[in-house]
């Protein structure tokens, strides 16, 4: 009913910059909230940053400064802008989002399928 579809990984130098989208289509009536989140290698999948439709937003402290979220609520679409990355910063990177689609009229969460972002020192 509802697919995410990430883009803008890819291969990137310590200091450099990368600007993840994830575009959000289907039976869609809105959008609560979307939000990034990243698995490195043996490690848990752990909540980046998060963006309500009125605005609010929330980030990890590993990434304050460095990574911005937004959003353009009419393309139903969530950014993440990535500046100053470091090596730690390599993950795979999910997108996600809290929907209510017009057939449930109740608030579901979808996933993307991910993107990798591998930072070189």
């Known amino acids: 009913q509802v697919q995410l579809v990430e883009s803008g990984g890819g291969l990137v130098q310590a200091g450099g910059s990368l600007r993840l989208s994830c575009a959000a289509s289907?039976?869609?009536?809105?959008?609560?909230?979307m939000g990034w989140y990243r698995q490195a290698p043996g490690k848990q999948r752990e909540l980046v940053a998060t963006?309500?439709?009125?605005?609010?937003?929330t980030s990890v402290d590993s990434v304050k400064g460095r990574f911005t979220i937004s959003r353009d609520n009419a393309k139903n679409t969530v950014y993440l802008q990535m500046n100053a990355v470091k090596p730690e910063d390599t993950a795979i990177y999910y997108c996600?989002?809290?929907?209510?689609?017009?057939?449930?009229?109740?608030?579901?969460?979808?996933w993307g399928q991910g993107t990798q972002v591998t930072v070189s020192s």
């Open positions: 289907g039976s869609i009536l809105r959008i609560n909230a």
């Open positions: 996600n989002a809290n929907v209510v689609t017009i057939q449930t009229m109740r608030p579901m969460d979808y």
């Open positions: 963006i309500t439709s009125d605005g609010r937003t």
